[in-house]
């Protein structure tokens, strides 16, 4: 298994642009999280999905940021526009339903200039 | 809502001696509890896992112990050895796999050889 895979890995952009972070899940897995990392906050969760529909935002600091997941392998978050304090590292993670623990991806780094 | 807060926030251990990392969490309802280690630049990768059910797990040099009244959860690494150097990071949830995770702020353990 290739695992979670999410793309790009590093992202940097100027700030006002919209930026589109991926992620593809292990295949089988039924729920999709995407965390944010800082030095500051730590690990914070954003949005997770069951079966490809949100079922809790509320970590999704506003409303310039947007989640999808348009079907049981493909997930995105969109930044809309992108802030320097937007800049940190963005995980997705994906997990099976009576399964134990998260499998991360490799991150996206991105930083907002 | 779940709040865990974790202890030291830097550790430095001789090679070969103990490790331990501390943890507490606020919500009661909380029954599985992950921890993961992230390397520098990598993804956080679980390492060792408990459930409320049980008061202490192993995994060869790794151990985990739970004390549910008191609220509080440790990690226990034994013979440390200069790879175990990492960001380790606990977290508290209502049930495994398919919940939100809440996670520590985490512990960067230095090995010193």
């Known amino acids: 298994d290739a695992g979670v895979i999410q793309s790009p890995r590093h992202e940097v952009t100027e700030m006002g642009q919209e930026v589109t972070l991926r992620c593809k899940p292990i295949?089988?897995?039924?729920?999709l999280f995407w965390y944010r990392q800082t030095m500051m906050r730590g690990l914070e969760l954003l949005i997770y999905?069951?079966?490809?529909?949100?079922?809790?935002d509320s970590g999704m600091p506003e409303d310039r940021f947007s989640a999808k997941m348009p079907n049981a392998s493909f997930s995105t978050l969109k930044i809309q526009p992108s802030e320097p304090r937007d800049s940190a590292v963005y995980f997705c993670?994906?997990?099976?339903?009576?399964?134990?623990?998260?499998?991360f991806g490799s991150g996206t780094r991105l930083t907002v200039v | 809502g779940e709040n865990v807060e974790q202890h030291p926030s830097t550790l430095s251990v001789q090679e070969g001696d103990s490790a331990v990392i501390k943890c507490t969490y606020s919500?009661?309802?909380?029954?599985?509890f992950p921890w993961y280690k992230q390397e520098l630049g990598k993804r956080p990768q679980l390492i060792i896992d408990?459930?409320?059910?049980?008061g202490e797990k192993k995994d060869q040099r790794i151990a985990v112990t739970l004390n549910k009244t008191a609220k509080h959860f440790s990690l226990h690494i034994t013979e440390t050895q200069p790879e175990d150097s990492a960001v380790y990071f606990c977290?508290?949830?209502?049930?495994?796999?398919?919940?939100?995770?809440?996670f520590g702020t985490g512990t960067r353990l230095k090995v010193l050889a």
């Open positions: 999905f069951n079966n490809n529909v949100p079922i809790d």
């Open positions: 295949s089988g897995h039924d729920y």
């Open positions: 919500d009661s309802a909380s029954n599985y």
């Open positions: 977290a508290a949830a209502p049930g495994p796999g398919t919940y939100k995770y809440i």
């Open positions: 408990i459930r409320s059910n049980v």
């Open positions: 993670a994906s997990s099976l339903t009576g399964g134990y623990g998260y499998t």
